[in-house]
C-alpha cells in the first residue's frame, strides 16, 4: 500500500489528511461517500473508496 501512495506522487501524510477532509465531509452530509483514484492513461497506482453509496444505512 505505501509503494502505492508514494508512487501515486503523495506522501502518507498527505494521504492522511485526504482521509480526514474526505470523512469529515462524510460526516457532515456533504456527499455519503467517495472514491480517491490516482494513476494515468496506463494504470491505476492508488484508488481508495470512503464511506457508502448513499445516506441509507443498510447502502
Not at 457532515?28 to 467517495?34: E, L
Amino acid at each position: 500500500m505505501f509503494f502505492n501512495i508514494f508512487y501515486a506522487g503523495i506522501t502518507a501524510l498527505e494521504k492522511t489528511t485526504i482521509d480526514s477532509i474526505i470523512n469529515s465531509a462524510i460526516q457532515d452530509s456533504v456527499f455519503p461517500g467517495a472514491v480517491l483514484c490516482f494513476g494515468n492513461s496506463q494504470n491505476v497506482s492508488f484508488i481508495n473508496a470512503y464511506g457508502r453509496y448513499d445516506y441509507s444505512p443498510m447502502s
